[in-house]
């Protein structure tokens, strides 16, 4: 009776662990995590979990979409109601893949990652969902300036605004960006 019992505790935690790491989120990238952008292979390693383009959406409400520091990096600032319904894509990731999202964007000490309604856009793995819940980062702290800014409605590191990205692998690394943007 005891080896029968461990056997089912034994089962029981497997079953816990695989659970816990299959959970999947919705997740919101308006940036340059999206297809065809500069950082969008932090979602397709899978060395950093899973993560699966569902479909391209736009956020529910209003916000400023804008471009800022000498790096060009998109921000989308937590100032609801102002500037336009942000287009971007729609993923479904794991545990292991919104844990490194976390890291690639500071948060919380940085980015703040929120859940936002989402409105789903043309055919994708959800055709008959309109709206969604998904995890969105957004810069919170922001200097009030920034909202001075042209805000887009959607990012493309190589648009008509002439300010591409700035790969982190070229950056200089003893700068510190972030009071560029940070209030």
């Known amino acids: 009776m005891i080896k029968l019992s461990r ?7 497997t079953f816990s662990i695989e659970f816990v790491r299959n959970m999947t989120h919705n997740v919101f990238v308006y940036g340059t995590l999206k297809r065809n952008e500069p950082n969008h292979h932090w979602l397709a390693n899978r060395e950093n979990g899973h993560g699966k383009f569902v ?8 916000y400023p979409l804008i471009i800022a520091t000498r790096y060009n990096i998109p921000f989308l600032l937590y100032s ?4 336009h319904n ?3 894509e729609i993923y479904q990731v794991d545990d292991e893949m919104l844990s490194k999202l976390d890291i690639l964007e ?9 859940l936002d309604d989402i409105t789903v856009v043309g055919k994708g793995e959800v055709p008959e969902v309109k709206e969604i819940k998904c995890w969105v980062y957004f810069l919170k702290k922001f200097k009030q300036e920034l909202l001075q800014r042209p805000l887009l409605e959607v990012y493309s590191s190589k648009g ?3 300010l591409p990205y700035m790969e982190r692998s070229k950056r200089d690394p003893n700068y510190n960006y972030k009071p560029e943007v940070m209030a």
């Open 7 to 13: 056997l089912l505790c034994n089962k029981k935690r």
């Open 55 to 62: 479909s391209d959406g736009v956020t529910k409400t209003k």
């Open 80 to 83: 609801p109601g102002d500037g």
């Open 86 to 88: 942000v287009r971007g």
């Open 106 to 114: 500071d948060h919380p000490s940085y980015y703040v990652r929120e």
């Open 160 to 162: 008509g605004h002439g």
